[in-house]
């Protein structure tokens, strides 16, 4: 069998995927007395209305689900957004607006392959925060476009302002993304922000592709989205995505069920695209997802845990490895001085494994990896788990 050139060319364009590359790194796998941080896997109890929805609706796994997901799915996400955002009726058609989609990952890499083609000529820009998800730079280099790194506006804890870079660059443009709350480091992008963003998108013909799968984890505040800057700017929903997920906010991450909301047009291209390659919500997990999306009080209770987790961070840890409490998220981002180091440490000394910051990040000609001093640590367990974890944190690397 000939492997076509041009694969393992691009492939090797990309470094290996971070839980790959930690494996490597540490040699061994987990075992049954290991405490995983590395992984943002939610391990908070899923609300027992799942079982009982999925059970009673098992005659429905013996048929194919529709691509764009149930009507009820539908309506019931567009009734959550309306609530979370405050937006006006009719800004999202249930119909043409939202496409369900077996967890984010999967849209937030084939969205690439639906908007980017050819800029003027020339070979297509993805936008994307540094540090950032994987999947972003995965998705775009397979799809042809050429991935370019914007670091945050005011330092390595702050979003991205696309606005800021060169016009003939923006030109270039075909999509953006955004994460809000960011993973690894938590911060939140401002309505200011978010509509600039949505303006300079607009202005240069690019999609922006805005990741909120941590918005219903958050601290202090709920973290604006950019349904809400939409709204504020009017002409509806044009050029903009918002992505979101259960997995998150209801602790069902093996439920993989995400949805898409925004720009109509972008909605039926990725539509047709998803109909070849996408894998449909079946309607037992449509049914229950329905259910989840409708109802906030396990929502409250799962981010009171967390709330808790992060009290006890903050009291474990104060100003050791320039600890600052998330805005949104799960995630520590903790400055150690060397990620890798620091991940190997605790490997072989207290048996938890964390995800050096390196893996999160690329390079910059300037500054280096910005993800290099730093591990990422999610705080997934229960609160005694975490509290095992922090002290040995704190008493294996010091600080």
């Known amino acids: 069998m000939i492997i076509p050139p041009n694969l393992d060319a691009r492939l090797d364009t990309l470094p290996d995927y971070p839980f790959a590359r930690l494996a490597k790194l540490l040699g061994a796998p987990p075992n049954a007395d290991s405490i995983v941080m590395s992984i943002g896997e939610p391990q908070h109890t899923p609300p027992a209305v ?89 998705a775009a280099v397979m799809a042809g476009a050429e991935p370019v790194f914007v670091p945050g506006s005011a330092g390595p804890a702050s979003q991205p302002d696309f606005s800021a870079l ?22 939140v992008a401002d309505a200011e922000l978010l509509e600039r963003q949505v303006r300079t998108a607009r202005k240069h013909g690019f999609v922006l592709a805005s990741d909120e799968c941590y918005s219903e984890i958050w601290d202090k505040a709920p973290p604006p989205g950019v349904l809400g ?21 209801s602790s069902v991450p093996g439920l993989r069920s995400g949805v898409v909301i925004g720009d109509e047009a972008v909605i039926r291209a990725f539509s047709r695209l998803r109909s070849y390659g996408g894998a449909a919500t079946p309607l037992p997990i449509a049914a229950a997802a329905a259910a989840l999306w409708g109802d ?11 709330r808790a987790k992060l009290d006890m961070a903050e009291k474990l840890l104060g100003d050791r490895f320039g600890f600052t409490r998330p805005a949104g998220g799960f995630f520590l981002w903790l400055n150690v001085g060397d990620g890798e180091q620091a991940a190997i440490k605790l490997w072989r000394e207290a048996n938890i494994r964390v ?43 010091g600080g």
């Open 50 to 138: 799942v079982a009982d929805i999925l059970s009673a609706n098992a005659p429905l796994w013996g048929k194919y689900p529709p691509a764009n997901g149930s009507a009820e799915l539908r309506q019931a996400v567009a009734d959550w957004a309306k609530r979370r955002y405050d937006l006006p009726d009719g800004l999202i058609d249930p119909e043409k607006a939202i496409l369900p989609v077996a967890g984010t990952r999967e849209a937030l890499y084939l969205i690439a392959q639906t908007v980017c083609g050819d800029r003027g000529g020339q070979r297509p820009l993805v936008l994307l925060p540094n540090p950032f998800y994987q999947v972003y730079a995965g």
């Open 166 to 187: 060169p016009a003939e660059a923006l030109d270039r443009t075909a999509l953006a993304y955004l994460c809000t709350p960011a993973n690894p480091q938590g911060m």
């Open 296 to 306: 906030e009080t396990h929502v409250v209770e799962s981010r009171d845990l967390y």
């Open 229 to 249: 800057a939409c709204a504020s700017l009017g002409d509806g929903l044009a050029n903009v995505l918002m992505f979101n997920s259960l997995s998150k906010r």
């Open 355 to 397: 995800l050096p910051g390196a893996y999160l990040a690329a390079e910059d000609s300037e500054d280096g990896n910005p993800g290099q001093p730093y591990i990422r640590v999610a705080l997934v367990h229960d609160l005694a788990t975490t509290e095992t974890a922090l002290k040995a944190i704190v008493s294996v690397l």
